[in-house]
């Protein structure tokens, strides 16, 4: 009966430290295949013409620059106009929906018209400035608010983006 008792225990000793062997060796090892993976794309965007602004935004594009808390100038091309046939005046919004990578973020130029009713693309401007970058972020959400405001420069003529913002909003309908 002992010799049964022995024996019995030995195979429960040894079932235990198998599945203990077993399941630890079916852990993950690197957290990062824990990390969560958010494979958004869509970005869900108004977009403001300031009140303050003095002009009309007629156009813009957009190209990429890469993740959005890295440093890295542009990845891509520009795009097309992603608002053809719209002119926004000053306080008017527009929605669109564009696809940029959840934690990436895209630079965007615009273009203008005038009180006067002409068109300029801002960045062909003689003394624009190419290494100022305005952003559209796809991170905190998949719905953001963007705006800016543009004042013309009375010493120069040149017209320039006096202000801007891009701000996860979930909130936008």
Known sequence: ????????LSWAIFALL???LFLTSSC??????????????ELYVKYQNDQRSTVNIVGMQLRPHGRAD????????????????????????VYFTVKIPNLDRWEYR????????????????EGWNDDSYYYITHWGG??????????KDENTGRYYISGWGDNADNDIK
Do not use: C
């Not at 993950?28 to 958010?38: G, H, I, L, M, R």
């Not at 615009?110 to 401007?125: A, C, F, N, V």
């Open 1 to 8: 009966m002992l010799k049964n008792r022995n024996f019995l």
């Open 18 to 20: 198998f599945g203990a």
């Open 28 to 41: 993950k090892e690197d957290d990062e295949d824990d990390a969560p993976t958010d494979t958004h794309d």
């Open 70 to 93: 890295e440093q890295t100038g542009p990845t891509g091309s520009w795009t097309d106009d992603i608002i053809p046939g719209e002119d926004l005046a000053p306080g008017e919004s």
């Open 110 to 125: 615009l273009t203008i018209k005038t009180p006067e009713g002409e068109i300029i693309k801002m960045w062909e401007q």
């Open 142 to 151: 998949d719905k953001r608010y963007v705006y800016t405001y543009i004042l």
